[in-house]
């Protein structure tokens, strides 16, 4: 590792903030869908735990590797083109820092940069220990392993060149690094059960999996964001895939034809609400996810297009009339959909009073909305079919 320099260790935690929140983002519904089928509900506590995983990797990675320097300036500072040697001599900081008690006193040796640069190694590799002994439940063996193999794949990165990228090696690999790496993996298992004493363990929810859960307003509104996002994921996988078709039979790059972003709004509506509302229990692709499933003491394939319809029809109606014009009647036909979209989400709490908060699809096709590992029980007042009961 190289010397910093006065404030050299601060933005890279800037950037490790800001990057790993980003990519939590762009993880967090793959996340939630994996929460949901291995341990059958969300855990916050791991969410939160991926959140500062995401944090700790960006800023891992900006520490070691970032700022890339410019090739010309680091090659004429290392004497011209190849690899530098390989520090293979274990424990030379201690050298290092004899050698500047006895030119400068053990004061100067103390604060200087040869110590503080195995303390930071040291605590650069804390956080991984702690996540996989605790988060990933591994054991301190495995923890200081990884930490191990971490450790040799970045001084190897550093030491080559980034594999012949950069006609130089930019850092020194040091054999030291991977001493002091690996300690701080152990010494983060070691202490990682006292510091994430409150993580719940993943084996432990897979255990309660399969209870049934209440149908709660943030499942209800999971399962709905959920649709959603299978709807983009389908109607962008489409449209990328016309413009990639018809881009290799022209031989160079084509925009997407006019009629590609309303068909593909089309095909994802109807793949997304209506083949699942033919199917098994009903449920959409989104609350399938989140184990719930519409519910009718007397079901039929007009209440199950019905329920569908009601969102999910007009969501994807909303999407086509915004595919082919964003003015006029189709713009109009736009709003008045995302309106009765947004409508439909705050129409969930209101429900309350119905059992299985149904919402807006399931008062309207006389559906409940239940728990797909609740037992089956005839009840009454299984459809919802009373608008008096609309608010509780």
């Given at each position: 590792m190289h010397d910093p320099g006065v404030g050299g260790w601060t933005w890279q935690a800037g950037f490790g903030l800001l990057g790993g929140a980003l990519v939590f983002l762009a993880v967090l519904v793959p996340a939630v869908v994996v929460q949901y089928r291995r341990y059958g509900r969300i855990s916050g506590a791991r969410l939160l735990g991926l959140l500062a995983v995401s944090v700790y990797v960006v800023a891992l990675v900006a520490y070691v590797?970032?700022?890339?320097?410019?090739?010309?300036?680091?090659?004429?500072?290392?004497?011209?083109?190849?690899?530098?040697?390989?520090?293979?001599?274990?424990?030379?900081?201690?050298?290092?820092?004899?050698?500047?008690?006895?030119?400068?006193?053990?004061?100067?040796?103390?604060t200087g940069w040869s110590l503080w640069q195995v303390l930071f190694n040291v605590a650069l590799f804390i956080p991984l220990g702690v996540v996989v002994r605790r988060y990933l439940g591994r054991g301190v063996v495995a923890a200081t392993g990884i930490g191990l193999a971490v450790s040799a794949?970045?001084?190897?990165?550093?030491?080559?060149?980034?594999?012949?990228l950069y006609p130089c090696s930019y850092r020194v690999g040091d054999v030291d690094d991977l001493i002091a790496?690996?300690?701080?993996?152990?010494v983060g298992a070691v202490i990682a059960p006292a510091l994430l004493f409150w993580m719940p363990q993943a084996?432990?929810?897979?255990?309660?999996?399969?209870?049934?859960?209440?149908?709660?307003?943030?499942?209800?509104?999971?399962?709905?964001?959920?649709?959603?996002?299978a709807f983009?994921?389908?109607?962008?996988?489409?449209?990328?895939?016309?413009?990639?078709?018809?881009?290799?039979?022209?031989?160079?790059?084509?925009?997407?034809?006019?009629?590609?972003?309303?068909?593909a709004a089309?095909?994802?509506g109807l793949g997304v609400f209506y083949l699942p509302a033919l199917r098994g229990s009903g449920a959409s692709i989104g609350q399938a996810l989140v184990w719930l499933s519409p519910r009718w003491p007397e079901p039929?394939?007009?209440?199950?297009?019905?329920?569908?319809?009601?969102?999910?029809?007009?969501?994807?109606?909303?999407?086509?009339?915004?595919?082919?014009?964003?003015?006029?009647?189709?713009?109009?036909?736009?709003?008045?959909?995302?309106?009765?979209t947004v409508l439909c989400l705050?129409?969930?709490?209101?429900?309350?009073?119905?059992?299985?908060?149904?919402?807006?699809?399931?008062?309207?096709?006389?559906?409940?909305?239940?728990?797909?590992r609740a037992p089956v029980v005839a009840r009454a007042d299984d459809r919802p079919d009373d608008a008096a009961r609309l608010v509780g």
């Open positions: 590797f970032l700022p890339l320097p410019d090739p010309d300036t680091v090659c004429n500072r290392r004497g011209g083109p190849g690899l530098a040697a390989f520090q293979w001599s274990p424990f030379s900081f201690v050298d290092d820092i004899r050698s500047t008690a006895a030119r400068r006193g053990w004061r100067a040796a103390l794949v970045i001084e190897l990165t550093q030491w080559s060149a980034i594999y012949g790496n690996t300690t701080g993996a152990l084996r432990d929810l897979r255990m309660t999996r399969t209870e049934p859960r209440p149908v709660t307003v943030g499942r209800r509104w999971v399962g709905m964001l959920l649709d959603g996002a983009l994921l389908v109607a962008v996988a489409l449209v990328a895939g016309t413009v990639a078709v018809r881009s290799a039979l022209a031989g160079r790059f084509l925009d997407a034809p006019v009629w590609a972003s309303p068909a089309l095909i994802a039929s394939s007009d209440r199950r297009l019905l329920r569908a319809s009601v969102t999910g029809g007009v969501f994807t109606v909303g999407q086509v009339a915004g595919a082919v014009s964003g003015s006029g009647a189709a713009g109009w036909v736009q709003v008045t959909c995302w309106a009765w705050i129409a969930v709490p209101f429900t309350t009073a119905v059992r299985g908060r149904p919402g807006l699809s399931g008062l309207i096709s006389g559906a409940a909305m239940v728990d797909v």
